[in-house]
């Protein structure tokens, strides 16, 4: 049974650095295909993608966001971890990680609400 | 930067048939892009319904599919029942980078 779960602050101060973890079971990230990615939601808006790690430790990144974003993984722990820089309240989404299967979405975590606020 | 076009809304009668269709700003969506196509419902997380333009998942409803039509990625529900009424989102591949569509709200009225 594959599930992902996110977990990380529920609330940070404009121009911290945010840092999130998905932590997974039922899979192992260095079989090969296997890939996780990071979404965000901003409340009542559209998904986002933000970051992708791969088996094989290749990284991927939003063109919009690239400059603020670093994506980790700890395959010993089953963990991908994602650091987002200078937060601003626009940052404020639920954030969701994803397994996918090299091109196949298949399981999403139930996400976590990040508040940006002073 | 690329786009991903969804009609930002659609209204469906239980029973009908409706297509939801996602477009690529850099030209007509192929294969070799793996259109994926997700459910989502007020205060859930998405749910993945189509992978690599036309596979179903072995939780999609028999009543949803996936296809190529007219340069754009396709959903298409048949017979649509009320618990369809939803946000569907598409997501297309760009090498390892995605970009979202930004989303169909269906009504079933």
């Known amino acids: 049974q594959v599930t992902l779960r996110e977990s990380g602050p529920a609330l940070v101060k404009p121009t911290q650095t945010l840092t999130l973890t998905c932590t997974f079971s039922?899979?192992?990230?260095?079989?090969?295909?296997?890939?996780v990615s990071w979404f965000r939601q901003p409340p009542g808006k559209a998904l986002e993608w933000l970051a992708r790690?791969?088996?094989?430790?290749?990284?991927y990144y939003s063109t919009s966001l690239k400059t603020r974003l670093t994506i980790s993984k700890d395959t010993s722990k089953n963990q991908v971890v994602l650091t987002m820089t200078n937060m601003d309240p626009v940052d404020t989404a639920t954030y969701y990680c994803?397994?996918?299967?090299?091109?196949?979405?298949?399981?999403w975590g139930q996400g976590t609400l990040v508040t940006v606020s002073s | 930067q690329t786009v991903v076009t969804q009609e930002p809304s659609l209204t469906v009668s239980p029973g009908g048939t409706v297509t939801l269709t996602c477009a690529s700003s850099?030209?007509?969506?192929?294969?070799?892009?793996?259109p994926n196509w997700f459910q989502q419902k007020p205060g859930q997380a998405p749910r993945a319904l189509i992978y690599?333009?036309?596979n179903k998942h072995s939780w999609t409803p028999a009543r949803f599919s996936g296809s190529l039509l007219g340069g754009k990625a396709a959903l298409t529900l048949s017979g649509v029942q009320p618990e369809d009424e939803a946000d569907y989102y598409c997501?297309?591949?760009?090498?390892?980078?995605?970009?979202f569509g930004g989303g169909t709200k269906l009504t079933v009225l």
């Open positions: 690599s333009t036309s």
């Open positions: 039922g899979f192992s990230l260095s079989t090969s295909g296997m890939c």
């Open positions: 850099t030209g007509a969506v192929t294969s070799g892009y793996y």
């Open positions: 790690i791969d088996w094989d430790d290749d990284k």
């Open positions: 997501v297309l591949f760009y090498g390892g980078v995605q970009v």
């Open positions: 994803a397994r996918i299967r090299v091109w196949d979405f298949d399981y």
